[in-house]
């Protein structure tokens, strides 16, 4: 067989059982490329986890048609073992036929904790090297050697030097690659037998990505003085000491050839940032220049072009995985932060570029969307890849120690690039705070109604029908997902409204001795949003303004003061939209968004989409069946024609992809 896939997409054949039972311990159902593959074959999902949850859906969506006559390929997976399909109730085992599928099938040879331990998206290269290799029965040690050289490409006994281990973790963490722990500690032990690396601190600069940049920008300003002195023989050494926080060696080989080639992307990707030097004229005509302040203007305007310029080959393809749209959504923000900064006006021949781009991004995430989509719905909580994860991803910390607090604080509409211009607000206020930046997909539609309720409810939008119009049942959907796992109505807090004036009640709530559990809600970037008239680089200057206030600042020291551990998000991001019309439609849309209609009727939305044929009527995934969303075509709003608005509700990669951000104090 070509692919690991084909071994579990064979079993899928339409039309031989109305329900098919699986049992998936390794959740290879849910992966992404797995999903498209079955539902290509007519055959729709549900995976049996919450037993009232798979009822309703179960009950509303499928035994309904059966009941009318209708056939159905209906796919119900348990992620345990073959031996616990019996334990499902009666009238599932009756009605169906049984699978079974794990990754001890598909990698016999292979350590089984080690294999299980990989990201799904791992198992291409895994299963090619195994193909290609034909390996013995490895034990553990011998499969994690096998793993680190197939799929990470890592091979430790070829790590002599420091260049040798930058190229290697610098590969890694450009990239954004997740390594599961136990493959790190036996690369880490590999290297500690190697005297060399005695003084680097590999524990923290192998897993951690923000650590590891942190370690590269305290040392770049190091790096620099040592070229000036080669530039200028008058170059007099510093006095004062550099001020590491991170402990390792000073002097790093960034001239060296493998490391020098990411250097540029390093800078224009915001992962380190320039630095101010009293020899920047001579360094700015240097390899080095893109990591030296010089004019303001003219280093944002060069490092806008090189963004430009270096974007379009990396849009992510038709089939590309949804972390490469994560990855790509990141740089993205970066772009739209210089492109809308304090600093001066984009030339016209840049802002042209940056509009063609757009376009090309645009149509790029549309065509992945309708074909990817619907598959990141189901994929496992850890690491969360949609809102309705965060829940179940924070439950998994809460279980794994019972000392443990956690607080998801939702900044209403923030979108990525907003969230960048909140960082360095934040970071202009105090230096203490710590960073470490994921992102999510919202739902679709963007709406707060759907997306910030998935996110407190921990489930589709499906599973809430009676207040997906609405936000007023957010704290019963969020007590209740915690009540759900044990925790009691003291021990959870939800309090929204948040952004500006006093914290006494937010004080006054996690200062209970029992609080464990918080949900805040800041409405302030919506607040703005919805009054905006000046655009994208307005909403910047706004956020920046409320983010170098005391405010945001003083929430993240008061949680982190009572101990809680900080994961900060957004239900949908915002784009700056023009008008293309607006449908004269009566009383007949329950929503009336900017960027979407909502109809409870194929017939009307149809009816409207014949009078704007850009909109792209959306299937409801997730949703209620009566939930019918017209989209809005790309950054244009469901306003009077010409008329511009900063608006959600669409699927622009603004709107859609936002930010997730774990929040704590650097180590003193």
């Known amino acids: 067989m070509s692919s690991w896939r084909d071994q579990i997409l064979k079993e899928f054949t339409p039309k031989v059982a109305r329900l098919t039972l699986v049992a998936d311990p390794d959740g290879l159902l849910l992966e992404e490329i797995i999903l498209e593959g079955v539902r290509e074959r007519g055959f729709e999902l549900i995976p049996f986890e919450d037993h009232i949850a798979f009822r309703y859906a179960y009950e509303s969506k499928f035994r309904s048609r059966w009941d009318r006559g209708e056939d159905t390929d209906l796919v119900v997976v348990l992620h345990s073992q073959a031996s616990d399909l019996g334990a499902l109730p009666y009238d599932l085992l009756q009605a169906s036929r049984k699978l079974s599928f794990n990754l001890g099938d598909i990698f016999p040879n292979l350590s089984y904790p080690v294999v299980t331990a990989l990201d799904r998206g791992d198992m291409d290269a895994l299963y090619q090297a195994q193909k290609r290799h034909t390996p013995g029965q490895l034990g553990d040690n011998a499969t994690k050697g096998f793993v680190l050289l197939h799929v990470f490409e890592i091979a430790p006994e070829l790590i002599k030097q420091p260049s040798d281990l930058l190229r290697v973790l610098l590969r890694r963490h450009y990239r954004g690659q997740r390594i599961p722990a136990i493959l790190d500690e036996r690369f880490i032990q590999l290297l500690r037998q190697n005297n060399t690396f005695d003084d680097w601190p590999l524990e923290t600069l192998i897993p951690d990505r923000e650590a590891f940049f942190g370690f590269l920008q305290e040392r770049w300003p190091i790096f620099l003085d040592r070229l000036a002195a080669k530039e200028d023989s008058n170059f007099r050494e510093r006095k004062e000491p550099y001020g590491l926080s991170i402990k390792g060696p000073v002097d790093l080989p960034f001239e060296h050839h493998d490391i020098r080639v990411y250097v540029d992307n ?98 790029g995430f549309r065509t992945w969307l309708l074909k990817r989509y619907a598959g990141l719905v ?52 105090q230096s203490g705070f710590r960073f470490r930046e994921q992102a999510v997909f919202a739902w679709i539609p963007s709406l707060t109604s759907v997306s910030r309720q998935a996110a407190f409810a921990g489930k589709a939008p499906i599973f809430f029908p009676n207040s997906i119009q609405i936000t007023d049942k957010e704290p019963a959907l969020w007590t209740q997902f915690w009540a759900d796992q044990g925790f009691t109505s003291s021990e959870i807090v939800y309090l929204k409204g948040l952004g500006d004036g006093s914290l006494e009640s937010v004080s006054e709530a996690l200062s209970h001795p029992k609080a464990r559990i918080a949900g805040l809600v800041i409405d302030k970037v919506d607040k703005i949003m919805h009054g905006m008239e000046m655009g994208t680089a307005g909403m910047h200057n706004q956020v920046r303004q409320w983010a170098q206030q005391p405010y945001l600042s003083s929430l993240l020291d008061l949680l982190l003061d009572h101990g809680f551990r900080i994961y900060l998000t957004s239900d949908h991001g915002n784009i700056e939209a023009e008008g293309c019309g607006r449908p004269m439609e009566g ?82």
Do not use: C
């Open 266 to 363: 390093l800078f224009l990707d915001g992962l380190l940032h320039s630095v101010s030097h009293e020899h920047a004229d001579t360094l700015s005509n240097t390899w080095v220049s893109v990591g030296v302040q010089t004019d303001p203007a003219s280093d944002r305007s060069r490092r806008l072009s090189k963004l430009v310029e270096g974007l379009q080959p990396s849009i992510p393809a038709e089939d590309a995985r949804h972390v490469e749209w994560l990855h790509f959504a990141r740089i993205w923000a970066e772009l739209m932060v210089l492109a809308n900064g304090e600093d001066g006006t984009v030339s016209a021949k840049t802002s042209e570029h940056i509009k063609t781009l757009q376009e090309q991004v645009d149509t």
């Open 587 to 668: 009383a007949v849309a329950d929503l009336r968004g900017e960027r979407v209609r909502v109809y409870p009727d194929a017939v009307l939305r149809a009816n409207v989409k014949e009078r704007f044929p850009g909109t792209l009527a959306w299937d409801p995934i997730g949703l209620p069946n009566d939930y019918l969303a017209l989209l809005a075509p790309a950054r244009q709003a469901f306003i009077h024609n010409k008329q511009r608005t900063v608006g959600h509700g669409g699927i622009s990669l603004e709107e859609l992809i936002v930010p997730l951000v774990q929040i704590d104090r650097k180590a003193e």
């Open 378 to 429: 189901n994929l496992p909580p850890v690491p969360p890849v949609m809102l309705h994860h965060l829940p179940r991803f924070l439950s998994r910390q809460v279980a794994e120690s019972r000392g443990v607090k956690v607080a998801l604080l939702l900044v209403d509409g923030l979108a990525l690039d907003q969230w960048l211009v909140v960082r360095e607000g934040l970071a202009s206020r």
